[in-house]
Structure formats: structure tokens, C-alpha cells
């Protein structure tokens, strides 16, 4: 078993590669919610694209693709999105998937499409949070409002245009996860 030594102490390296690399290389996300998560729970999805630093999202053409296709699948009933702010070389979304679809399935179909239509190159994969509560879940909105605040690229929230909500989604509206 290899040890990398941190400030704390000794830390199991969890990842090994046979390939050399500096960096540990992560294995496949899951994406699976454990059977005892309630059924339509609601997520914290993170996509990137590759390479990092790039804008590829924060286009009016690229951003239009983008949300027709989200809005296309919510009417579909692929899944039901609350909250999408693109960034220029990522995006959050806060989104809930029914409980006879692959959510992996599902974003990995997403991001293929979006490639094909729209050029972008997309990291491998992407991460997921189960949000647990309405609580959570408002501190995750607010924190996807803020990232181009915090990125430099606006000084307030309501001056970025690359933000995608359906008409009955979002804070104080009927999306909203019941707080029971």
C-alpha cells in the first residue's frame, strides 16, 4: 500500500495508474443513489468541459443549444431541471431524475448530443451530489448563482445571462422540493 505524507499525517493513496503520472488518476464515478435515498431525489450535477480554461459554454449560439435541449428533455420528462448556470468552461444544474431512468444515461446521452451539435469537448464523466434537504438545496442554488460573482465575470448575480430556469422552477416557486 503506498502513503503520501500530508500535513496531517499519513494519507492513503486511493488511486494508482499503471500509466506514470504526477497526479493520482480517479476511477468512475457511480452515479448510482444508495436504494435507501428517496425516490426522485434531487441532484447537484457538475459538468466540465476539457480543456479547462476554455470557453466553450458561454456563447449566445452554444448557450441556445443548450437550453432548447434542456428544456427538450423537461418536457420529455428525461428529468426535471430547477437551475442551470452555464459557466465558461462548466455548468450546475440542479436536477431530479424519475426513478425508472439512468441519471448516467441520461447526462452522458446529453453531453453526446451537445457535442455533436455544438463542438463542445467535454471532460470524461461528470460529479453528482444528492441533495438531502430544502435547506441544502438552497445553499446549492445560491452557490450556483454566485459562481460568476465569485469568477470574476459579473458583479451581480442578476447580470449573468447564461442561466436557464423553467417558468415553474426555482427559489419560491412550485419546483421547489417539498420540505417534508
Known sequence: MNFLVGRTGPVRRLYMTAVPSKFPTRSKLPHVAPAWAKP??????TVCTSPRGKNQLCHDR?????????EFRQQRFDWHVTLLVLMPDHLHMLVAFPDDLD???????WKSLLARKTA?????????HRIRDHENWEQKAGYIRQNPVRGGL????EEWKYVWEPASGGPGRS???SSS
Open 154 to 157: 459579473v458583479s451581480r448575480v
Open 120 to 128: 463542445i469537448t467535454w471532460q470524461r464523466d461528470f460529479f453528482d
Open 62 to 70: 452554444v448557450a441556445g443549444t443548450i437550453f432548447e435541449s434542456v
Open 40 to 45: 426522485s431525489a434531487l441532484f447537484f450535477v
Open 175 to 177: 419546483a421547489l422540493p
Open 103 to 109: 441519471m448516467r444515461k441520461i447526462v452522458t446521452d
